[in-house]
């Protein structure tokens, strides 16, 4: 992708603070009303991109308030990318158990990547997991 590709971009850097979580709808609700984002797809970016987030902090970071967040929305001519980075040692996101199963239904925990690829058009991971790639086609 070259430069002139995007259209608009914009940055968060957060202390890992699950406190911080609130921080990450004014943002995106930011980004919304300078990019014409419609209500639907607003909601899925505010419930993925959150998920995205709290996993950074909680499970990536440990809540480690030493250790940083970063977020990234990115927008394209027909697409918005969301990139979260944590500082943690990542994940076996290739192993992850489905929160629909039975045995999981009851679990308070779990769902946080079901949703985000839910809501999303791709989820793509990498460095071990501590790096997600989130995609809304517009």
Known sequence: ???TEHLAEQQLLL???PNNIVLIEPFIESFRCDN???DEIYGNMLVAITEAVNNAIVHGNKSDKEKKVKINLLRM???VVCAVEDEGHGFDFTNLPDPTA???IQNTGGRGVFLMKNLSDMVIFSNDGSFVEIQFKL
Request: a negative charge; proline letters at 7%.
């Open 1 to 3: 992708m070259s430069v």
């Open 15 to 17: 202390v890992s603070d």
């Open 36 to 38: 014409q984002i419609t």
């Open 77 to 79: 001519k027909n697409l």
């Open 102 to 104: 039975p045995e999981n």
